[in-house]
Structures are given as C-alpha cells and as structure tokens.
C-alpha cells in the first residue's frame, strides 16, 4: 500500500541475517509448548525447534533433535519461548475516538445510559464511514504494531463500525490489508449486527433484511468474511434477531461468534452453543444453563477484562463455573474506540488475573492456545508442535510468571512468525 512501510513505528525489523537457508536450528532455550493434555503449560528446560518452510518441524527437549544438517543455528541463550500470543477479539479497524465518552463516564454515566444517548457504538460510524480503505489501514496501524510488538502473531478484526452494506465491507478490506503491510494473520469477523444505525432507529428487524443479511452474502461472496459476529444484548440484538444472522452464516457454512451476557443475561450464549459456535464472548452475565450449554458444543469463553475494566463493571464472569464444567477460557484485548481502548495483550494477561481471578497458566493459555482455538485456528497455530506454523514469541524472561504479573513492562525479545524472526 502505497505511503505504508513494513513495520513503521513499530521499531521491529525482520532478521537481516538470513543465510539463505528456510531451515533453522532454534537452541538453548526454554519453551512451552502449550500441547493439549501437557501439564504446567508443556514446560521444556532444555528445549530447541526447527522450522523449515515457515513450519515446525520439531519442538522438543535439545537432545532428541533430528537431523538438522544445513539448518541455520541460532542460539538462544536460555530465553523463554511461548507460542506467538493471539488477541482473538479487535474492533482494531475503526475512525476518530471517543475521549469525550470517558470523561463522561468518569462523570458518571453508564455504558448503557451513553448508548441511548447516541453515544456509543453508533457515535463511531460517522467516523469510520468517512474514511477510504487505506485510510483505515493507515490509522490502525499503530494499534497493530503496539500488539506486534509484544508477541502477537495473530489477530481477529470485526467489522461493525459501518452499519451500512459498502462500509461494513470496507472494514473488512482494510482488515485484509492488514495481512499484506504487516507480518500477522488476521482473522475477519462480519459483525454487522452490532448496532442499529440512527436510519434504522426502532426497526432492528428491518436493518437486518435490508443491511445485515445481504451485506454478509456479499461479504462472502467476496471472500472477506471468515467468522461472523452479533452483539446481543437490550441495548442491540434478541436472540430472535441474532438468530437469523446464524440462519444465513450457517446455511453460508461459516463459523459463528458472539457478544453474550456482557450487560445482562438474554441467553445469547445458549443460543451461541446451540449453533456450534466457536466463542462467546464477555459473559459476565452468563448462567448455568448457559455454561452447560457451551461445555455440550466446545464453545470458548472469550473473557475481555479491558472492557470490564474500563466501563466499571462489578459482575464478573463465572470463571469457576466454567473450569468446573471444562470450558475453554480465551483472553483477549476487546480493543475498540469506546469501551476497551486496550492494545496490550501482556496488560490483557495481567487483568484476568487481577480482576478476573485467572491462573498464571491460565493466562497465558488464553493468550496463546486457547485464543487460537475460539477462531477455529488451533490445528495451525497457538501451540508449538510439528506440523503448525512456526509463529513464537521470545522473551526475556526468567519465570513465565513475569509474563503476567509485570504492569508495563515488555520483555519481549523478539517474535517469529511462519518462520521468519522480527526484532524489536
């Protein structure tokens, strides 16, 4: 994209010193693997990897590496290696800000008085609507990169600061774009269905026959969507109206998500589970029906502390009852403009354990494995093990525990995606 440089702004730089060779010797490290059924997050003391062609080829203890004549050795020098980190729920691309609906929550006002004001959400679109694909690109970019350089090696983007068919779209172009200026895997979320436009006031219903349902055929006929989102909630969709959002991604084969039980309990993750969806996310509000039902289809939970954090929420998610009943639990950033203004994953780590009462192990599953699976994504990344794409983060580190318990700090090395090394 014309006027975008690889990596501006970030101080990374992509590891001058290739050999030439795609196979490389990654030695003297310590490493976590996060494999399914590996206790204490599959810790390795003395471990080494080997990628070939941007994929892993081993990931093991140093002593039992195959042959790797030819590969390129790079030692490592005792540092901690993690799986890249995966921020799996971003409203990243969207225009302008909303200082002035912090102060006024600082004033007092809530989340949802905010909203009926015609805050919100809706105060977002104009913004956004005025802006060109590059232009989009262009501004998230520093969001992006603050996230790249903490180790995240993939990214979900949600469209849903257009609320117009050619906008909507437009988000998710620029979400692509992304992809191709920047070294990261996006991920897209249609999320049309996250607010009703000033046009449409009173008539939900109405916006999604004429907005909502054909903007996502379109979406995926143009090949932008890979997930598709609602925000069901009083303040924006019943499970009636989400459900015929499902109807159509459904019958389009694509995978569903949802925003469920954030503000209150309409059953939206009932619903979620009940179409096999791959997450449903804040869920403070979640009950036990709802829990049962998301253990019965392995729907993620989605935790988003920013969002808890910055709107002063007191209901916190059942995080016991959801380890009881053996729900995965993601963490994610939720970064957006009004809500969760939050581009730091290791802040993210810190705050689910601090208001969340999440685990050091926990965490940074969350962050890594089970981010990747509330995408779809875990058979290609989110764990180090042969045959997934070589995408790790490199820490100076002496416990893994840092990784969460530090407030603005970064230890990060350097990160690796498919293969190829970034440096901070």
Same mark, same amino acid.
């Given at each position: 994209?014309?006027?975008?440089?690889?990596?501006?702004?970030?101080?990374?730089?992509?590891?001058?010193?290739?050999?030439?060779?795609?196979?490389?010797?990654?030695?003297?490290?310590?490493?976590?693997?996060?494999?399914?059924?590996?206790?204490?997050?599959?810790?390795?003391?003395?471990?080494?990897?080997?990628?070939?062609?941007?994929?892993?080829?081993?990931?093991?203890?140093?002593?039992?590496?195959?042959?790797?004549?030819?590969?390129?050795? $790079?030692?490592?020098?005792?540092?901690?290696?993690?799986?890249?980190?995966?921020?799996?729920?971003?409203?990243?691309?969207?225009?302008?800000?909303?200082?002035?609906?912090?102060?006024?929550?600082?004033?007092?006002?809530?989340?949802?008085?905010?909203?009926?004001?015609?805050?919100?959400?809706?105060?977002?679109?104009?913004?956004?609507?005025?802006?060109?694909?590059?232009?989009?690109?262009?501004?998230?970019?520093?969001?992006?990169?603050?996230?790249?350089?903490?180790?995240?090696?993939? $990214?979900?983007?949600?469209?849903?600061?257009?609320?117009?068919?050619?906008?909507?779209?437009?988000?998710?172009?620029?979400?692509?774009?992304?992809?191709?200026?920047?070294?990261?895997?996006?991920?897209?979320?249609?999320?049309?269905?996250?607010?009703?436009?000033?046009?449409?006031?009173?008539?939900?219903?109405?916006?999604?026959?004429? @907005? @909502?349902?054909?903007?996502?055929?379109?979406?995926?006929?143009?090949?932008?969507?890979?997930?598709?989102?609602?925000?069901?909630?009083?303040?924006?969709?019943?499970?009636?109206?989400?459900?015929?959002?499902?109807?159509?991604?459904?019958?389009?084969? $694509?995978?569903?998500?949802?925003?469920?039980?954030?503000?209150?309990?309409?059953?939206?993750?009932?619903?979620?589970?009940?179409?096999?969806?791959?997450?449903?996310?804040?869920?403070?509000?979640?009950?036990?029906?709802?829990?049962?039902?998301?253990?019965?289809? !392995?729907?993620?939970?989605?935790?988003?502390?920013?969002?808890?954090?910055?709107?002063?929420?007191?209901?916190?998610?059942? @995080?016991?009852?959801?380890?009881?009943?053996?729900?995965?639990?993601?963490?994610?950033?939720?970064?957006?403009?009004?809500?969760?203004?939050?581009?730091?994953?290791?802040?993210?780590?810190?705050?689910?354990?601090?208001?969340?009462?999440?685990?050091?192990?926990?965490? $940074?599953?969350?962050?890594?494995?089970?981010?990747?699976?509330?995408? !779809?994504?875990?058979?290609?990344?989110?764990?180090?093990?042969?045959?997934?794409?070589?995408?790790?983060?490199?820490?100076?580190?002496?416990?893994?525990?840092?990784?969460?318990?530090?407030?603005?700090?970064?230890?990060?090395?350097?990160?690796?995606?498919?293969?190829?090394?970034?440096?901070?």
């Amino acid at each position: 994209m014309k006027g975008v440089k690889l990596m501006r702004g970030n101080n990374f730089s992509e590891d001058s010193k290739e050999n030439g060779s795609t196979s490389r010797l990654w030695r003297n490290l310590r490493l976590a693997t996060l494999k399914e059924g590996e206790a204490r997050l599959g810790i390795i003391e003395k471990g080494a990897i080997v990628t070939r062609d941007g994929r892993i080829v081993f990931a093991g203890h140093e002593a039992d590496v195959p042959d790797a004549s030819g590969a390129e050795t $790079i030692d490592l020098e005792g540092r901690w290696v993690t799986p890249g980190l995966v921020d799996c729920h971003t409203h990243i691309v969207y225009g302008g800000n909303r200082a002035r609906e912090f102060e006024m929550r600082l004033e007092g006002a809530s989340y949802e008085e905010i909203a009926r004001a015609g805050g919100g959400i809706v105060s977002s679109v104009n913004a956004t609507r005025a802006l060109a694909v590059d232009e989009l690109v262009a501004i998230a970019l520093p969001r992006l990169d603050t996230l790249l350089s903490e180790g995240v090696t993939t $990214i979900e983007v949600k469209s849903g600061y257009g609320l117009s068919i050619e906008s909507e779209l437009k988000m998710l172009r620029a979400a692509r774009k992304l992809a191709d200026v920047r070294p990261v895997r996006v991920v897209t979320s249609y999320l049309g269905a996250h607010a009703t436009p000033a046009d449409y006031k009173g008539r939900n219903g109405d916006y999604i026959t004429d @907005v @909502v349902l054909p903007g996502l055929k379109q979406a995926h006929a143009e090949g932008l969507v890979d997930a598709v989102d609602g925000f069901c909630e009083g303040i924006a969709f019943s499970t009636a109206e989400i459900a015929r959002v499902f109807d159509l991604a459904k019958s389009l084969g $694509i995978p569903m998500k949802l925003h469920a039980e954030q503000l209150s309990n309409l059953g939206g993750a009932k619903l979620a589970a009940s179409y096999g969806a791959l997450s449903a996310d804040h869920v403070e509000y979640l009950d036990e029906n709802g829990v049962k039902a998301m253990a019965a289809s !392995g729907t993620v939970a989605v935790l988003l502390p920013g969002a808890f954090y910055a709107i002063h929420e007191k209901q916190k998610p059942p @995080v016991q009852a959801l380890r009881d009943a053996g729900v995965p639990i993601a963490i994610a950033t939720d970064c957006n403009p009004g809500t969760s203004p939050l581009t730091s994953m290791l802040l993210t780590m810190n705050m689910a354990a601090t208001l969340f009462g999440l685990t050091v192990e926990e965490c $940074i599953a969350g962050a890594t494995r089970e981010g990747a699976r509330a995408l !779809g994504l875990l058979s290609e990344t989110g764990t180090l093990e042969a045959s997934k794409s070589a995408d790790f983060a490199i820490w100076d580190v002496e416990s893994l525990a840092e990784l969460v318990y530090r407030i603005g700090f970064n230890p990060l090395h350097a990160h690796v995606f498919k293969g190829k090394r970034f440096h901070r």
